[in-house]
């Protein structure tokens, strides 16, 4: 493919898809351009991939999940299809700023997180591996709030994606579904009738998901909602406008707005509804789509993986059930073993305020044959087990977690230590009875994406040294670890590393006033904000050293910028409490003539995956310091290590095995283990007894107390310092001491920077594991039972 013909392309959709011509085509205008002429190209391999799974009557996997965060797409898909040189030549020669064009695609923000973004690491890599199969999930019209800071505080605005036309998907009017709610159930035979109260249409939205090189593609079916009459012509003729609206709103409400809340359980109907409303439509997309190839549903686990994304889509249990036995009149019995050998789960936290309940009497008005299959799986369940205490329905709540165990042939952790977790504590009864069922899929993240894309610099000089054959096999890189010892590879590494820091800096610059030192350490954490990932003890760290350089300016400091990013929720207020308290600590340290050439602390506004594509290539040091036990796993923990970034880290989630894979040498390790944890804890006093054994943690609180970063008001963080004097479950107090201790060692591994270097250049050569290639393998072998493709 050549510039030439993409360019006319180009052209041809300037003109005819969007009636522009070229002398009069805005930015916008041209990246819709390049984005259909590129988009026109994986039509092709999209055909070609869904005809060769209808031809061989293949088995396709279901990736059911409330959220995809997916971020940007073109220069992606650009990637995939081998057009980068062809775009860049179409893009100078129309006169138009490459760069500025990608820049202009806005981020599809249509998750919170980790969960979220793994679903989308999961698409790219079932692509590239050619595993037939469909993400499914809900066109949210507002994605996640924008963050802004006013006086340091969060402010959340609407977010507005679908502003703009969304160039990469197609709408299909045909595809759609009515899916009912509340109601009554009546009684039919054996079998019984649910006759809802109220509908609305589920209509689809497909986006082509291309894989490496263009030889797969798969498909992102997301749902949006719609009335299933558009409105109420007679109320509007009789001049009640907004009455005859109302119909279509409250339809339009389910797909409005992604919930902000990770892990915490919100307990709102409409939430509930949101989950029914796509998980219902998928079921519906999926048998329909089975009937047409075979036509006894007993065979329906043979040729479809159903896979739930946490227990956000748990109602896909008794909603399969209710097709199979109500709608298909498959005996109850069965309709259970067909459902569970064509479902599994994967639990990704274990919080106990993110484990899903909903209310027995709220599934019941909203979904209520659901609810009485709820009770006839749980009857199942008993009669095979009747000495089992485990229940589903308990305390008027509904347990999704217990539901998609039990609805789950297999059921998985994220992480290696995770799933031993979920063994022993959450699922330890139902694990007894069923001890072949838990099983462990540890994450990964694509290098298409997490390296190639985000990180050109490094690409091309492990390109330039092994070949390119570590795009689509990333364990490949651990050819270069004999060349760590080549004088010339190691310039080289760190040429590319510190040309991205220059580009971080300059972006700080333009985007927030600020640019830093290039030379000095770039240590960021970058991740949700929750008490459990201890931004606060970062800060307090933070306030700690600041103190000692004040106190000891010639003692020979390494020059550090702290880098924070994200969001907390909404109705999060300890969470919006540490965001403000960084934002006021970086206004005091970086006003201070004495520290400022050797501390800086930036946290730019609106962390999102675009962000997060220029900070994780930049990063000296990546902070992974959750209390132990209480991250399932981390992706943005293995991004880090793949870009060249030595981790600072407690053992928890995935950082254990990242440790593992790089070498406990290459990796800073500091604080209690999960255990340990568990044991500090039955201390009451284990944070006073803390805090008066560390001098520094007493004097950071006092600083905070006395209000040197809040003008004098000694009033501001009287909650988080109330919480870590009293309270202090996540133990920021007792794992300061190593925290800080750690730090200096970090300090001093960076001063000798060509072994830091060469530490760095290890965690790129060994982080191949980490690839979502290897996770998928292990997901179509031992959940899917699914074989590539191509
Ligand atoms: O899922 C990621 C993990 O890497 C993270 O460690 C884990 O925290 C994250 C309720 C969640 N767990 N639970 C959620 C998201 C949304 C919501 O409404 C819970 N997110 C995670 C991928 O495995």
Redesign the pocket.
């Known amino acids: 493919m050549n510039a030439t013909d993409l360019r006319a392309d180009i052209l041809k959709h300037l003109e005819f898809s969007l009636g522009k011509d070229l002398a009069h085509a805005t930015l916008y205008d041209i990246r819709m351009a390049l984005t259909l002429a590129v988009r026109d190209r994986v039509v092709t391999p999209w055909f070609a991939a869904t005809r060769a799974t209808y031809a061989a009557k293949s088995k396709r996997v279901y990736y059911l999940s409330?959220?995809f965060l997916i971020g940007r797409l073109l220069e992606d898909a650009i990637h995939n299809l081998g057009l980068m040189q062809a775009a860049q030549e179409a893009m100078t020669s129309l006169d138009a700023d490459f760069a500025a064009v990608l820049a202009d695609e806005p981020d599809a923000a249509l998750?919170?997180?980790?969960?979220?973004?793994?679903a989308a690491c999961f698409l790219d890599s079932m692509s590239t591996l050619g595993c037939p199969g469909y993400g499914y999930g809900i066109r949210y019209e507002h994605g996640l709030f924008r963050q802004s800071f006013h006086e340091g505080r969060q402010v959340e605005e609407a977010e507005n994606w679908l502003r703009q036309r969304h160039g990469w998907e197609f709408e299909r009017p045909e595809a759609a579904f009515q899916i009912g709610f509340g109601g009554s159930v009546s009684e039919a035979g054996k079998t019984a009738l649910w006759t809802p109260g109220e509908a609305v249409i589920a209509k689809a939205y497909d986006t082509p998901t291309i894989g490496w090189q263009g030889k797969w593609a798969n498909t992102l079916r997301l749902w949006g909602a719609e009335p299933v009459r558009a409105f109420d012509l007679a109320a509007f003729n009789q001049g009640d406008y907004a009455g005859a609206a109302g119909l279509e709103a409250a339809a339009r409400t389910i797909s409005r707005v992604l919930?902000p809340?990770?892990?915490?359980?919100?307990g709102k109907e409409l939430?509930l509804k949101q989950e029914f409303f796509f998980t219902a439509a998928s079921l519906r997309d999926i048998v329909r789509r089975f009937q047409a190839e075979h036509s006894d549903l007993r065979a329906l686990p043979t040729k479809a993986a159903i896979q739930l994304n946490?227990t956000?889509p748990a109602i896909a249990g008794p909603e399969l059930v209710r097709i199979l036995h109500d709608e298909n009149d498959m005996p109850l019995d069965e309709a259970i073993l067909t459902a569970r050998a064509t479902l599994s789960y994967?639990?990704?936290?274990l919080?106990p305020e993110?484990l899903?309940r909903w209310p027995e009497a709220l599934m019941a008005r909203v979904l209520p044959r659901h609810m009485q299959l709820i009770e006839r799986i749980e009857d199942t369940h008993r009669s095979a087990y009747p000495k089992s205490a485990v229940r589903i329905v308990e305390g008027g709540d509904v347990k999704m977690g217990e539901l998609s165990f039990i609805m789950g042939h297999k059921v998985n952790g994220?992480?290696a230590l995770?799933s031993d977790l979920v063994k022993t504590t959450v699922f330890a009864e139902l694990h007894a009875l069923h001890p072949d069922r838990i099983i462990n899929q540890t994450?990964g993240v694509t290098p298409r994406r997490w390296m190639l894309g985000a990180n050109p610099r490094l690409s091309a000089l492990i390109t330039d040294t092994i070949s390119s054959g570590w795009v689509a096999d990333l364990e490949r890189l651990r050819e270069l670890e004999p060349h760590v010892a080549d004088a010339g590879f190691m310039a080289a590494f760190a040429d590319a590393k510190r040309a991205n820091k220059v580009e971080l800096s300059n972006w700080f610059g333009h985007e927030h006033g600020q640019s830093v030192d290039p030379d000095a350490m770039y240590d960021v954490q970058i991740k949700?904000f929750?008490e459990y990932k201890r931004q606060h003890l970062n800060i307090l760290e933070t306030i700690a050293l600041w103190t000692e350089m004040r106190d000891n300016p010639n003692a020979g400091w390494t020059p550090r910028v702290k880098i924070f990013g994200g969001k907390a929720a909404p109705g999060y207020v300890m969470a919006k409490e540490i965001i403000h308290l960084i934002n006021d600590v970086a206004t005091v340290i970086n006003a201070d003539p004495v520290t400022s050439q050797w501390l800086k602390v930036v946290y730019p506004p609106n962390y999102n995956v675009s962000m997060a594509e220029k900070l994780i290539p930049a990063a000296d040091l990546s902070e992974q310091i959750?209390t132990a036990g209480?991250?399932?796993?981390?992706?943005?923990?293995m991004k880090f290590a793949l870009n060249g970034a030595l981790t600072i880290g407690t053992l928890d989630?995935?950082n254990v095995e990242i440790r593992e894979q790089v070498g406990a040498e290459n990796f800073f390790l500091f604080g209690m283990t999960a255990p340990e944890v568990v044991a500090c804890r039955e201390n009451p006093e284990h944070q006073a007894d803390a805090i008066k054994a560390s001098p520094r943690l007493k004097a950071a609180l006092k600083l905070i107390e006395k209000g040197i970063f809040s003008d004098g008001d000694d009033k501001r963080y009287k909650a988080i310092l109330k919480n870590l004097r009293k309270h202090d479950y996540f133990t920021v107090c007792a794992d300061f001491d190593s925290y800080y201790d750690c730090q200096r060692q970090v300090d001093a591994a960076y001063r000798d920077a060509d072994q830091w270097m060469r530490m760095a250049a290890l965690n790129t050569a060994r982080s191949g594991w980490f690839s979502s290639d290897r996770t998928i393998l292990g997901y179509m072998a031992d959940v899917w039972d699914i074989k590539p493709m191509i």
């Open positions: 409330m959220e998750g919170n997180g980790g969960l979220g973004r793994l919930y809340d990770d892990t915490t359980d919100t939430r946490d956000h994967t639990n990704h936290t919080l993110a899903e994220v992480s995770h994450n949700r929750h959750s209480k991250e399932a796993s981390g992706t943005g923990n989630g995935a």
